[in-house]
């Protein structure tokens, strides 16, 4: 239902009817007055038509009290009131803060564009705040300078955190508070002259300023190197201002000039622009800088120092190198003057020659300055001589005469050696003078006279040649007595003695001799007797035995079934039994045996152990550390973690086959042969300390510095600073000649191909193996490989030239291998390949090694006091007085130490005594207050305290008697007596 808006009175005051609007009836004799909040239309009628008749009641609710007086007016302005009652009991609107009651009754907003934002609203309008104006639209958006900015603007100028202030800032040409005083530009200083707004300049009055602004200060004294002066605080000398020196130069504190303003030190001292940095600058009238241009200064070097031309006014060559430098230049490095040496040169003064290549290891490399050339000379290091082909001194010669034999370097134990030739070992001298080739098992000795071996042969042996070593060997035994007429003289190394094999028919008779016969039948349980006049033998049959239809020797009587052998009498107890083949056992022979047993799970096949996993050997119990081994530099062992190979030293890698050196970084060293040499710039034990920071001289051509090194791959250049020209790019010149300035220079029987390498002129020798024909010296030479030696490269080498030992070297026929050892009887390859290992079996343990003592291997403890037995596996401890720790402990290697040295383990709840025996209990917890420990069982797995008199438990930490001063009676049970 829609409200009433008005209320009819009297039809006299009414000129129409009044028109109820909610609920469409005319009522007469009545006037229309509307209500609070609503007005006339003055047609006499209410109606709620907005802005028309009268206001909508939320305005003021009708009926009196307070209401929301918001609306929008015309201006869609939002304002606000409270409808509040007053004093005649009318509704009223009472409009807020910003706001003002209208015709109508209602509020409006009296700020309805804002106020800006430095402003806000009141009951008369805008207010600004402090310090802001109104701008053009009347809102409170721009600074407020007293008097205003004629030609500038208002900006503020924060001086601290509780107050602050604004003034005008001019545009150019305008000063004063307001910015309304014409100005010149630059300003001027006032004080010290005007400005000539005409001329727009400054004219300056005062006798001590002067420029175009009269800022500077007018000097007499500067000299004709100022561009003026300023003022300062009076300093020590009294001056009260200091010349602006022009670029170099500076003042002179020695000398004052000047009366205007005040004396000055005046700009007389040249400073060559700072570029004098190794002399003295000095006034010169006719100098020129290193652009040609002229200047009025120079340097005057001091000692030690130069100029590179009469452009240079740096002194920046030095020149204080002592010695000399003689192959390079002098640098000024950290404080120092040290020498920085040409390419192929090194030393304090660039005077000991590197250039050789190969380097000079061994002896001296010499420069001959009349064609450039470097050359080793190995006279200056009597232990080595030059290479046939190379030039280097890399020829062992330390050893004297070595005989019959070649000298070699040990890099491992650092001394020269004698390497015999092959079959060739040393005497009593060291010389390899004695043969020892070998001559068979027959053989007693052997010489050698430089061209040819001859063996002597022992009793009963006789000698025939042998294709396979090329001389005649003691291998056909003759010493059978009785002789073997039916059969053949053999050495048997088992009984040590000449033995007849004889031919099929016949066996050895009680002398050793071939005269039994043996019948085709089968006499095996009796005798063949040979009919010499006829030829033919028959079977005489044992005791038990008789000859069947067949003439075999067969039981009277045997029902036993043999699997693995026959039935047979047995004279002695008078029954039959089986007589088993070897490799059973058994009533029925049903059982086979391995002896020695079978080990690491190996089975038994008929006799034989046949091996699984990675072991060999007759009853599987050498390990071999898998398919390749240890190589020839080393040998595999086996503990509790399983297998691995140790390696001989210098040697490493999984095979062992690697020779190495110390750990190191590639970057600052190589390997030599096992010796590790560091490049240039490096030094220390793994060649750790860098001794240079950057590339002295610096790389050239593209170079890269790298580490103090320059790294030249990158370029066509080789050489320490890559300023020599390299040959075919990084490739060079191949093995028989050298790189000379971008082309190859190739020895002598050598000239370069078409790709620019050298190559051999022409070679004649088939050279075998490998090997490579070559023109030395002008004589056609074969140069072999690694493996080879001889003239035509056909005698194999075994360990790069350190032979077998105890054995000899046999040619494997594969040339780019190393060829291996064939060892005598007792002896085994060792990790090097080398027949210097004895073979024990069992094997020594990790704590033995296996050695020949009277002809017979053993194994011999490495450290006896530690370790025995017959493979010496057996912990023995020296500090324990049986050596095995006592009746309640165990001898044992501790793993933690590097040699595994053995300790006493004592067993749980005993330690050691004075004499290191596992003997004193030892009880947890331990027994305190001078309690004892003691064991309740026999085999000490019992243990407690027993306490004294004045404690208990089981630590002996409970006081008994404690009121009772000790030493004053007794305590029993507890009880003071």
Not at 403 to 429: L, Q
Not at 778 to 797: A, L, S
Not at 948 to 976: F, Q, V
Request: proline share 3%; net charge negative; hydrophobic share 20%.
């Amino acid at each position: 239902m829609t409200a009433k808006l008005c209320t009819c009175f009297s039809v006299a005051m009414c000129p129409s009817p009044c028109i109820i609007e909610d609920s469409g009836e005319d009522v007469h004799g009545e006037v229309c007055v509307c209500s609070i909040g609503n007005r006339d239309t003055g047609k006499s009628v209410c109606d709620d038509a907005k802005g028309l008749t009268c206001f909508s009641d939320d305005i003021c609710t009708y009926g009196g009290g307070e209401g929301d007086c918001d609306y929008v007016d015309e201006t869609s302005n939002i304002v606000a009131g409270t409808c509040v009652v007053n004093s005649n009991n009318v509704e009223i609107c009472q409009c807020d803060e910003g706001t003002e009651t209208n015709a109508l009754g209602g509020c409006t907003n009296l700020c309805p564009d804002g106020c800006g934002d430095h402003g806000y609203c009141t009951s008369t309008g805008c207010v600004c705040d402090d310090l802001f104006d109104f701008d053009e639209n009347d809102l409170c958006n721009i600074l407020y300078c007293e008097g205003g900015c004629d030609h500038g603007i208002c900006v503020l100028d924060q001086l601290d955190s509780e107050a602050e202030i604004t003034h005008c800032e001019c545009d150019e040409g305008y000063t004063g508070t307001s910015c309304d005083e014409a100005d010149c530009v630059p300003t001027c200083n006032l004080t010290a002259g005007y400005c000539d707004i005409d001329a727009n300049e400054c004219v300056c009055t005062s006798s001590h300023f002067q420029g175009d602004d009269c800022y500077t200060p007018r000097c007499d004294g500067c000299g004709p190197h100022s561009l003026g002066c300023i003022d300062i605080p009076e300093d020590e000398y009294g001056n009260t201002r200091a010349c602006i020196c022009d670029d170099g130069w500076s003042i002179d504190t020695s000398t004052t000039n000047g009366t205007l303003g005040g004396t000055v030190f005046p700009c007389l001292i040249p400073t060559c622009d700072g570029l004098c940095k190794h002399g003295d600058c000095i006034y010169s009238e006719d100098a020129t800088d290193s652009e040609g241009t002229v200047v009025d200064y120079k340097c005057e070097c001091y000692d030690n120092w130069l100029k590179i031309d009469d452009s240079d006014v740096t002194c920046s060559l030095p020149n204080g190198c002592d010695p000399t430098c003689e192959h390079g230049s002098c640098a000024f490095y950290e404080e120092i003057f040290v020498c920085v040496c040409d390419e192929d040169w090194i030393g304090d003064a660039c005077d000991y020659a590197v250039g050789c290549d190969p380097p000079c290891v061994n002896g001296t490399c010499v420069y001959t300055e009349s064609d450039g050339s470097f050359a080793c000379d190995c006279s200056t290091d009597a232990d080595w001589a030059e290479d046939s082909v190379t030039g280097a001194c890399i020829v062992p010669d330390g050893c004297g005469d070595c005989g019959y034999g070649t000298c070699v370097y040990d890099n491992v134990a650092s001394s020269f050696d004698c390497f015999c030739d092959e079959d060739i070992t040393k005497d009593d001298d060291g010389l390899c003078t004695k043969a020892d080739c070998y001559c068979g098992l027959g053989g007693a000795s052997c010489s050698y006279d430089g061209t040819d071996f001859t063996c002597s042969c022992s009793s009963g042996w006789d000698s025939t040649y042998d294709s396979t070593y090329g001389y005649d060997i003691c291998d056909t035994p003759t010493g059978c007595s009785p002789g073997c007429d039916h059969g053949d003289c053999f050495w048997s190394s088992s009984a040590e003695e000449f033995l007849c094999d004889c031919d099929d028919g016949w066996s050895l008779d009680a002398l050793g001799a071939c005269t039994l016969a043996e019948c085709e039948e089968n006499c095996a349980h009796g005798s063949c007797f040979y009919n010499s006049a006829d030829g033919t033998t028959s079977c005489a049959c044992s005791d038990g035995w008789t000859t069947d239809s067949q003439g075999i020797c067969t039981m009277v009587d045997c029902s036993l079934v043999c699997e693995h052998g026959n039935c047979g009498f047995n004279i002695v107890t008078g029954e039959t039994q089986c007589i088993c083949d070897d490799g059973y056992s058994g009533t029925l022979c049903e059982d086979v045996v391995c002896s020695p047993a079978c080990a690491n799970g190996a089975s038994c096949v008929e006799g034989v152990c046949v091996c699984v996993g990675d072991y060999t050997g007759t009853s599987c119990q050498i390990p071999t550390c898998g398919v390749d081994g240890c190589g020839l530099y080393g040998y595999c062992v086996e503990d509790d973690d399983g297998q691995s190979c140790v390696c001989d030293e210098n040697h490493t890698g999984t095979g062992c086959d690697t020779i190495s050196c110390a750990d190191y970084d590639e970057d600052h060293a190589f390997c030599y042969n096992g010796v590790l040499v560091c490049k240039s710039g490096w030094s220390g034990d793994t060649c750790e300390t860098n001794d240079e920071s950057d590339c002295i001289p610096p790389c050239q051509n593209g170079g890269v510095c790298n580490a103090a090194a320059c790294d030249c791959s990158a370029t066509e250049y080789t050489g320490p600073t890559c300023n020599t020209l390299a040959c075919n790019g990084s490739n060079g010149c191949g093995t028989y000649g050298t790189c000379n300035a971008g082309a190859c220079v190739c020895y002598d029987g050598y000239i370069a191909n078409g790709d620019g390498y050298c190559e051999d002129l022409s070679c004649s020798l088939e050279c075998e193996n490998g090997g490579e024909c070559q023109v030395v010296d002008g004589e056609t030479v074969c140069v072999c490989g690694n493996y080879f030696k001889g003239d035509t490269c056909d005698i194999p080498i075994c360990n790069s030239g350190l032979g077998c030992g105890n054995g000899f070297c046999v040619d494997d026929g594969d040339i780019g291998e190393n060829n291996s050892c064939t060892c005598f009887h007792g002896y085994e390859l060792d990790a090097t390949g080398r027949c210097t290992k004895a073979l024990c079996t069992p094997v020594c343990g990790a704590n033995g090694t296996c050695v020949i003592v009277d002809g017979s291997p053993e194994c011999s403890c490495n450290d006896p006091d530690h370790w025995t037995g017959s493979t010496c596996e057996i912990p023995m401890c020296p500090d324990s007085s049986d050596g095995f720790c006592g009746v309640f402990g165990t001898c044992k290697g501790d793993p933690d130490t590097a040699d595994n040295v053995p300790y006493c383990d004592c067993f749980d709840g005993f330690t050691t005594d004075d004499y290191g025996d596992c003997t004193v209990p030892s009880c947890s917890p331990l027994c305190e207050n001078d309690g004892i420990c003691v064991t309740t069982s026999g085999d000490g797995t019992d243990t407690k305290c027993v306490c004294g008199d004045y404690y208990s438990g089981a630590d002996c930490t409970e006081e008994l008697c404690s009121n009772m001063p000790k030493g004053n009676g007794a305590c029993i049970d507890g009880s003071p007596v």
